[in-house]
Structures are given as structure tokens and as C-alpha cells.
């Protein structure tokens, strides 16, 4: 079986790097990253505006986005795949390709799962963040901006690099509608050798397991520096507490 695997993968890896190009769209793994970094980086304005929405005061805005995040988490991702398919053309007069309409349906269902990232970020801090900043003078939008979420968007990172991976695992669903993807290269060979199957979508699994376990592990190092940043800021305040004591009557 080692040997056949490795076969394949001396006869085929550039198709599962890059697909058929340059004499054909672009596909593979190449693909699979485009998609994902493009879907989740469209999708991360969307979902700070969603979990903002959530978050604030006025019905009009909350109850909106919280029936789309409802929606959009509720529904399985092919079946949304299948909606834009089919609803992108009637709405704009054209076929789209494969790589459009699964990078919009990216970016929809990615900003809903991304909002709830966000969401729980913001909620996080404590009130007294915010209730600072109304003191000083800031607006609630003002606050938000300034003071909220960057601290809020920085804890989140590796959540955020978490469903980067999510994402990437989504991808594969791209085939149903002909993405040129690393799932769909795969199916290629596989149809190619037609008596290698196994062999042909385990090369197809380990890449997928490489490729996610080492943002995995990048996530998790994020994850153990933030808190070491923390624990850091933690006692460094203490210690400058010590070291100047505010004085208990105030000098003539």
C-alpha cells in the first residue's frame, strides 16, 4: 500500500498542488487555501458588524442579526451552498463559477459562526471597560471602537485561526458544484487509476491532517502567549502599584 502511495503521489502531486493549471483553472491545495483565507477575511468585517448588532441597544438592528446568525448556523452548509448556487444567477442575470458561489457562501456562513466569536470576545470584559469609557466621553460606537474591540479581537485569535481550520474542512463541499479544489483533484486521479481508491483518498486525508494539525498547533501557541501576555500585565500592574503607593494625604 506504501508503495502505491507513494506512486501516486510522485505521478499526481502536482494535480493535488495546483490542479490543472496552467492549462486549466486553478485547483489543489492552492485552491482549498484561496478559498479559505479569502472566505474568512471577506467574512470578519461582516461578522464584527453582526456581533455589534447583536450587542446593541436598538431592537432594529439586534433582532435582524440575530435571525440571520440563527439562520445561517441552523442550516447546513451544503444546503446554503445549493441556495446561492442557484440564487446568485437569478439575482444578478449570470452564471457565476463554482469558485464565486462557494466563496459567497463562505463568507455568509463563516460571518455568522465568526459574529458569535466575536460576540463572546466582547462580552467577555468586563463591564467596567466600557462604563470607563462612556466616563472619558466616548459615544457607545465610540467606545466600541476604541476600547472594546481591540481587546477583544486579540483575545479572539485563536478562535479566529480555529475557524480558519473549520473552514478549510468546509471547502470540500466545494466539489458538489465543481470547485477545482483539493477534494476535487483528488476525485480526478482517483477516476484516472479507478482500482486505487483507498490509497488515492488516503493521500487525500493526511493532507488535509498535515495541513490542519500545524494550524492546530499555531493556534494553540497563540493561545499560550495571549495567556502569558495576560498573566504578564496581571502582575506587573501589582508590582507598579508597590513601588508608587498613592500617598493617603495629599501634599500642601
Known amino acids: 500500500m506504501l508503495v502505491d502511495v507513494y506512486e501516486i503521489l510522485r505521478a499526481n502531486w502536482l494535480l493535488l498542488l495546483i490542479g490543472q493549471y496552467p492549462n486549466g483553472p486553478l485547483g489543489g491545495i492552492v485552491c482549498t487555501l484561496i478559498l479559505s483565507i479569502l472566505g474568512i477575511v471577506l467574512a470578519f468585517p461582516l461578522s464584527v458588524l453582526l456581533a455589534l448588532a447583536r ?12 435571525a440571520l446568525v440563527y439562520v445561517a448556523r441552523g ?3 451544503l444546503m446554503i451552498i445549493l441556495w446561492v448556487y442557484f440564487l446568485v444567477p437569478l439575482v444578478i442575470g449570470r452564471n457565476v463559477s463554482g469558485f464565486t458561489t462557494m466563496l459567497c457562501t463562505l463568507v455568509i456562513y463563516e460571518s455568522a459562526f465568526l459574529s458569535e466569536v466575536v ?4 462580552q467577555a470584559l468586563p463591564k467596567g471597560q466600557m462604563e470607563a469609557a462612556r466616563a472619558l466621553g466616548h459615544s457607545y460606537l465610540g467606545a466600541m471602537w476604541s476600547v472594546i474591540l481591540p481587546q477583544a479581537l486579540f483575545n479572539m485569535l485563536p478562535s479566529m485561526l480555529s475557524q480558519f481550520i473549520s473552514t478549510i474542512k468546509e471547502t470540500t463541499l466545494g466539489y458538489v458544484i465543481n470547485v477545482q479544489e483539493m477534494t476535487f483533484a483528488a476525485n480526478q486521479i482517483n477516476n484516472q487509476l479507478l482500482i486505487k481508491p483507498f490509497q488515492v483518498f488516503f493521500i487525500l486525508a493526511m493532507t488535509y491532517y498535515v495541513v490542519c494539525f500545524s494550524l492546530t498547533q499555531l493556534a494553540q501557541w497563540l493561545e499560550r502567549r495571549i495567556v502569558r501576555k495576560r498573566l504578564g500585565t496581571a502582575v506587573r500592574q501589582p508590582a507598579q502599584a508597590a513601588f508608587n503607593p498613592v500617598p493617603l494625604v495629599a501634599e500642601p
Open 55 to 66: 450587542l446593541s441597544p436598538w431592537m432594529l438592528l439586534r433582532w435582524p442579526a440575530t
Open 75 to 77: 442550516v447546513p452548509l
Open 119 to 122: 460576540r463572546a470576545g466582547i
